[in-house]
């Protein structure tokens, strides 16, 4: 099992900037990569970004491409997510999660499939 555990939500104007971590323990060896996902109200959940843990490579969401970066310390294993240019229709909460080998490829990386193991969620509000 992995455990996740999100931090760093909260209210901001919009043009401003906020900074998510995703700590992760537990059996961390098995994880193959890790993204972060939202969920508006009303709204389904959708993906945002993802990271391959061991190279670093990186994909994101048309939505937040040039805005958002995610990045990831080994060291401390924790995954984060730097907002900046934030809307308001980034409002969401926001979620990290984790992939193993065997559910993490191409079809599924930036789907909710892709991923075994989910934080709880970060509340992110975006006022304009």
């Known amino acids: 099992q992995v455990q996740l555990v999100e931090s760093g939500g909260g209210l901001v104007q919009a043009g401003g900037s906020l900074r998510l971590s995703c700590a992760a323990s537990?059996?961390?060896?098995?994880?193959?990569?890790m993204a972060w996902f939202r969920q508006a109200p009303g709204k389904e959940r959708e993906f945002v970004a993802w990271i391959i843990w061991s190279i670093g490579a990186t994909y994101y969401a048309d939505s937040v491409k040039g805005r958002f970066t995610i990045s990831r310390d080994n060291t401390k294993n924790t995954v984060y997510l730097k907002m900046n240019s934030l809307k308001r229709e980034d409002t969401a909460v926001y979620y990290c999660?984790?992939?193993?080998?065997?559910?993490?490829?191409?079809?599924?990386?930036?789907?909710?499939?892709?991923?075994?193991?989910w934080g709880q969620g970060t509340q992110v509000t975006v006022s304009s």
């Open positions: 537990g059996r961390t060896g098995s994880v193959y990569a």
């Open positions: 999660a984790a992939g193993i080998p065997l559910t993490w490829s191409v079809a599924t990386r930036s789907a909710l499939a892709g991923y075994n193991y």
